[in-house]
């Protein structure tokens, strides 16, 4: 399937690790020039030399997503140096599964209002494009209460909610807007790797809840995610998609 991305061009928070990497890289590999931002300048510069091997164009940028300067800063400069940008992929997460205070400033900083800095800093060159996309990875966790405590499950819930609403609020004008809910997603240095030699009870107890025996790979994820983002699914808009080998037991009606 040609899902029409070739030339496009792609923005991804958190764009060297996991997930968020591997969504850089399909959307890459299908012909579409990427931005990304991450914490570390070093996977950064490597993440943009493994992008421009592909062929494509990539703008990389070290900064801390709760920074609103910063972010707005690499927005509008890799609208710049890409020409436009059509799709925004809003993944990056505190992680923050702590029951205190800190949690839920962590969680509102980078979860949640790293989303709207991203979406309203990028609308101009979203209202100019004639593709335009709008994605937030959620997770499961916002679905039900899980180990993860109070905060980290409600912030998810609140971004897909926010999808939602952009999706009625934006139809007019051709956005879109889309999450997507992964379950326990593992790869190495991720959480769950951390969580299997730090903690291999949980990591036992979490496997254990899944029917298909494993947890998801960061590719399984990130397909969803760049084709809900393509113009393949051009009519696919307010609606959160679920990758979790059946984790959940809540039927989405």
């Known amino acids: 399937m040609d899902l029409g991305l070739k030339g496009k061009v792609a923005l991804v928070t958190g764009g060297t690790k996991g997930i968020g990497r591997r969504v850089v890289e399909i959307f890459a590999e299908e012909g579409a020039h990427v931005g990304f931002c991450a914490r570390s300048a070093a996977e950064v510069a490597e993440t943009v030399a493994a992008v421009e091997a592909k062929g494509v164009r990539a703008f990389g940028t070290a900064l801390d997503v709760a920074d609103k300067a910063a972010l707005e800063g690499w927005v509008a400069g890799a609208g710049a140096a890409l020409g436009g940008i059509d799709m925004v992929v809003a993944n990056v997460s505190a992680l923050a599964v702590g029951t205190d205070e800190a949690a839920w400033r962590a969680g509102f900083d980078v979860d949640l209002i790293h989303t709207v800095r991203l979406v309203e800093a990028s609308m101009p060159f979203l209202e100019a494009s004639a593709a335009p996309s709008i994605l937030a990875i959620s997770s499961v966790s916002g679905r039900e209460s899980d180990f993860t405590g109070y905060a980290y499950g409600a912030y998810k819930a609140a971004l897909v909610h926010y999808m939602h609403t952009l999706a009625v609020n934006l139809a007019g004008k051709g956005i ?53 983002s393509s113009p393949a699914s051009s009519f696919t808009t307010g609606t959160n998609l679920v990758i979790d080998g059946a984790l959940t037991r809540g039927v989405q009606l």
């Open 176 to 228: 879109r807007a889309n999450a997507v809910s992964p379950g326990n997603t593992y790869f190495e240095g991720g959480i769950w790797h951390q969580i299997e030699t730090g903690n291999p009870e949980l990591f036992a107890q979490s496997l254990a809840l899944n029917p298909t025996g494993r947890m998801a790979k960061p590719e399984e994820i990130a397909r969803g995610v760049v084709f809900l």
